[in-house]
C-alpha cells in the first residue's frame, strides 16, 4: 500500500511528459506528411542509363579479358 504512494505522482509525472511530447510534436509537424515516408523505400532513387549500364558491361569484359590472359600465362609458364 506505501508503494502505490509513490507510483501515482510517478505515473502522474510519466504521463505529463507524454502529453507534453505529443503536443510538441504537433505544432512542430512532426506528423503532417505521414505517407511519402513510408513510400519512399518502394521506388528508386535513379534508373541507370544505357550508357551506365555499357560501361559497367565494358569494365567487366575488359576485367575478364585481363583474367584469362593472366592464366593463360600462368598456363604456359607450367
Given at each position: 500500500?506505501?508503494?502505490?504512494?509513490?507510483?501515482?505522482?510517478?505515473?502522474?509525472?510519466?504521463l505529463?511528459?507524454?502529453?507534453?511530447?505529443?503536443?510538441?510534436?504537433?505544432?512542430?509537424?512532426?506528423?503532417?506528411?505521414?505517407?511519402?515516408?513510408?513510400?519512399?523505400?518502394?521506388?528508386?532513387?535513379?534508373?541507370?542509363?544505357?550508357?551506365?549500364?555499357?560501361?559497367?558491361?565494358?569494365k567487366?569484359?575488359?576485367?575478364?579479358?585481363?583474367?584469362?590472359?593472366?592464366?593463360?600465362?600462368?598456363?604456359?609458364?607450367?
Open positions: 500500500m506505501n508503494s502505490i504512494y509513490l507510483l501515482i505522482p510517478v505515473t502522474g509525472v510519466f505529463g511528459i507524454a502529453i507534453w511530447a505529443f503536443i510538441w510534436a504537433v505544432n512542430n509537424d512532426q506528423f503532417d506528411d505521414m505517407d511519402s515516408a513510408a513510400s519512399s523505400i518502394l521506388f528508386d532513387d535513379e534508373s541507370p542509363t544505357i550508357d551506365a549500364i555499357k560501361t559497367e558491361d565494358l567487366k569484359s575488359k576485367d575478364h579479358t585481363t583474367a584469362m590472359k593472366s592464366n593463360q600465362e600462368n598456363a604456359d609458364d607450367r
